[in-house]
């Protein structure tokens, strides 16, 4: 189990994620179809294609695929990610005014799967007590999730140059964890 991703034991939440039922996933085809036909449509440019990549795509919801179990999963972590980000909005706001709001530093890259495995593996309460908010919400979002900088900014209402600043400090946390930020 990975340590960064440990739930506390004063969790109250119900740590069993209810899949919707089988005729609720179906359903969305057919409450949505005009505008999934019309997704559909214009990408083959074929009615006929558009139907089957239609009832192809019902198919692909039936979570025992692998294709809608991997965006289960991606949606469940994005979800996660920003129910955890407005849970502590004013924190976060409030660590952006740490940051020089005229910093000229590059955006590093995404976290390497290497990297993240790392991560994973490090003590959640020595990452937490060495990176502020921002830090912790940008080493996921960008790092982890290889979400875009625009999308960070507009999910966390902060300036791009302190979403740098701070994921930037969070990836030299991780190159040396023991070194006090």
């Not at 109250?12 to 409450?31: L, M, N, S, Y």
């Not at 060495?130 to 999910?155: E, T, W």
Request: aromatic fraction near 8%.
């Amino acid at each position: 189990m990975f340590s960064f991703l440990t739930p506390s034991k004063h969790a109250t939440v119900d740590r069993q994620i209810a899949i919707a039922p089988e005729g609720e996933k179906k359903a969305v085809f057919v409450t949505e179809y005009e505008r999934l036909y019309w997704t559909a449509l214009l990408i083959t440019g074929n009615p006929e294609t558009a139907d089957r990549a239609l009832a192809n795509a019902s198919k692909l919801s039936d979570a025992a695929t692998p294709v809608f179990r991997d965006w289960l999963t991606k949606w469940a972590n994005s979800a996660t990610a920003h129910t955890a980000v407005e849970e502590i909005r004013d924190q976060i706001l409030a660590a952006a005014l740490t940051y020089p709001a005229n910093s000229r530093q590059e955006l590093h890259e995404p976290l390497s799967p290497e990297q993240v495995s790392f991560l994973q593996r490090v003590e959640a309460g020595a990452l937490i007590g060495s990176l502020d908010p921002l830090a912790r919400s940008a080493l996921v979002l960008i790092g982890v999730q290889s979400n875009s900088l625009s999308g960070c900014a507009r999910l966390l209402r902060v300036p791009r140059n302190n979403i740098i600043a701070a994921y930037s400090r969070a990836v030299a946390w991780l190159s040396n964890p023991q070194a006090a930020v």
